[in-house]
């Protein structure tokens, strides 16, 4: 066995032992109810985000023109994001409501070709980008009763609320400008709107919850996946044209309340 | 003896003491020491390109370090200055003279009286002209010195700052050395496998480092300059021979086509020799040779007209003129062209193997740079899309000399398809910059509203708890 297994094969038995410790001493319990008196206050949520990404810009031609699979093919894009979310109200026996801001980014590249010349239509050196930064301002309500109330570790939740996106097209040279001069860069508005489940992990090691808790204050500790409805398509605000770069698809990630 | 006689030996005695030790005092030779380091006549270069080395430039420049040295009791012992290189000793007379001479006199200054300094210029030519052979070298050399091959390793020189009695070459006193100088003349090698690929007004580029170990970067140069379109087409001279035919892709070192060769006419003149094609790169892009033309019947031979160089072309291999014909005969045929350069992307242009290794140094064609010695990709800038050009590498080593240039490679930058161009291309109207502003739009109404409700929600939660 090698030097990195056998720390980790120490460190799991320290934490095995540790636990046990814990539980011998504090004989918790995982659900809500009976932590709620060692428990420290709780007010905001934590989410790191990640998930595929395709912008929904070839929506936006209703000549059958697909700029941005042309460019960049019919792939899926990575998405990284994170959200804070103030739980602002508590209704007891049902779960907590408040709003909460997200910043998010992904980014497609791909090589282009050559436009012009006796190499048209072949490889070039160079590559082009599309950056977006999603972002939205949403109300979150977050149904814990089943979790709080009940032996069930599920948490599910809505939100509902404002989208934005940045976007700038690029190449190696820079930011992309159109023959008129335009800049290769803009903000678009719409909507956002998602439904998804978190499994509360403190189900699986309510010890390790506990001491989470203590040390940090991390309240509950939850792997959630939902399904987004992120409607960036300029009609909300604004008028002026506004790149598509909304997405619809699954989120999945971390979330921590604190 | 009387006594009067004894007092007048002891004072005697007493001063040639005196004079004796006088000589005796230590003579000694130290610089100034508000100038820890010399002055150059060139100026410094920065810190990370060792300010105090002497580079291929510098002394192609004739520069020179100025040192103030200060003195003491020098009386009139001159002062010598002799180089070496590092670890050498020049105290023993023997190091300074003879076929065994292992330093080599660089400057003399008589002393002055009175003087507790003295300024002393020591042209860099010098430092290294006497570095191979100390005892034949005499200071004043030229730039041939300059010239260096072999190894690109910097070669330390130390300088020897030494009171030398005229008799004997004795040092007496102490003297000093100064070891911050060393000297590269070697330019580094050439990259290898040097590639292009088309951007939208640049190149990119990429290469196998140069086997040199002194790297700190890589020089690009194009021609055209950036910058500036192809020149024109060039029509060889072809005196009294059929016309050469031109270059048709200007501005491609090497890849100007021969002249035709001359004919042998009617009357025997001789064809005259084609020229190369205009090429920008002063080295060694020669133009191909035009063929030789076959000889007129009658005629004693047609020339064989061959193309010069490239101007200043060190190693395009031209032949000469041959000698008009004597007498009438058959025109001979026409040479034929040399091969068209900048034809295949990225391929080599025409002749450009001959340059391979050659040295290159025309300022102006500079199109970009790559820094640190494991950069093996770069991308040249303002070239002009459409416009085919030659572009090579070189090295440059840590003192700033420009190493030769790599094969050249011939390309013209072309509008991409980026994103963004297919997508306004396609009827997309979005853009102009994150802070574009517009018409409010009713939305905006029922956003403000919204934002409203949710504040005054947000208070009466807080009030509530």
Known sequence: MNAPRLAAAAALVACSLSSQARADSMTPDWRRADRRLHQSPQSFAFEARIGPYRPQIDEEFSSGKRPFEQAFGDGRGLYFGFELDWQALRIPHFGSIGPGISWGYTRRSAVAKVAEGPYAGQDSAQSTYLTIMPMYATGVLRVDVLARDFEVPIVPYGKLGLGMALWRASTDNGVSTAPDGTVGKGRTWGTHMALGGMFLLDFLDPSAALGFDEEVGVNNSYLFAEWQWLNLDGQLIEKRPQMHVGTTGWIAGLALEF | ?465
């Open chain 2, 1 to 465: 003896m009387p006594r009067p006689h004894r007092w007048a030996l002891s004072v005697v005695a007493a001063t040639a003491l005196l004079v004796c030790a006088g000589d005796a005092l230590a003579q000694t030779v130290s610089l100034a020491t508000a100038q820890a380091n010399p002055s150059r006549k060139g100026g410094f270069r920065s810190q990370d390109r060792y300010p105090l080395w002497i580079s291929k430039a510098d002394c192609l420049a004739d520069d020179s370090y100025t040192f103030v040295v200060r003195v003491a009791n020098l009386g009139s012992t001159p002062l010598f200055v002799f180089a070496s290189a590092a670890g050498q000793d020049c105290s023993d007379p023997t190091t300074r003279s003879g076929a065994n001479a292992r330093c080599w006199k660089l400057a003399e200054i008589n002393a002055q009286s009175g003087a507790t300094s003295y300024s002393i210029t020591l042209p860099v030519r010098d430092i290294v002209g006497g570095y191979d052979q100390p005892s034949t070298f005499n200071p004043g050399a030229t730039e041939a010195v300059c010239e260096r091959s072999g190894s690109d390793a910097p070669l330390g020189v130390l300088l020897h700052f030494l009171p030398v009695q005229a008799a004997g070459g004795v040092v007496a006193g102490t003297g000093f050395q100064y070891n911050e100088i060393k000297f590269d003349l070697v330019p580094p090698s050439a990259p290898t496998n040097v590639s292009a690929g088309i951007g939208d007004g640049v190149l990119e580029l990429s290469w196998t480092t140069s086997l040199s170990t002194d790297i700190s970067g890589y020089q690009f140069y194009c021609d055209p300059a950036p910058g500036e379109d192809a020149p024109s087409s060039t029509t060889p001279v072809g005196a009294a021979g059929a016309a050469g035919a031109s270059s048709t892709s200007p501005g491609c070192a090497g890849s100007g086509n021969a002249g035709a060769a001359g004919s042998a006419g009617a009357a025997g003149t001789a064809g005259a020799a084609g020229t190369g094609g205009a090429s920008f790169l002063a080295a060694g892009f020669g133009g191909d040779a035009g063929a030789a033309g076959d000889a007129g019947a009658a005629g004693s031979a047609g020339a064989g007209a061959g193309a010069t160089s490239g101007s200043g072309g060190s190693s395009a291999a031209g032949a000469s003129s041959g000698s008009g014909g004597s007498s009438s005969g058959a025109a001979g045929k026409s040479g034929t062209t040399g091969a068209a350069g900048c034809s295949t992307a990225g391929a080599t242009c025409g002749r450009s193997t001959l340059i391979v290794g050659g040295t290159f140094g025309p300022s102006g064609h500079e199109c970009g740079r790559a820094t640190g010695n494991t950069a093996t990709t770069g991308r040249t800038s303002d070239l002009k899309n459409a416009v085919e050009y030659s572009v090579a590498v070189a090295a440059i080593d840590n003192v700033g000399n420009v190493g030769r240039i790599s094969a050249p490679k011939c390309l013209a930058p072309a509008q991409i398809e980026d994103f963004y161009g297919v997508y306004v291309r396609s009827g997309g109207q979005a853009g102009g910059g994150w802070c574009q502003t517009s018409t409010p739009g009713t939305g905006s109404a029922a956003l403000s509203l919204g934002a409203l409700a949710a504040v005054f929600a947000l208070r009466a939660a807080r009030r509530r708890r």
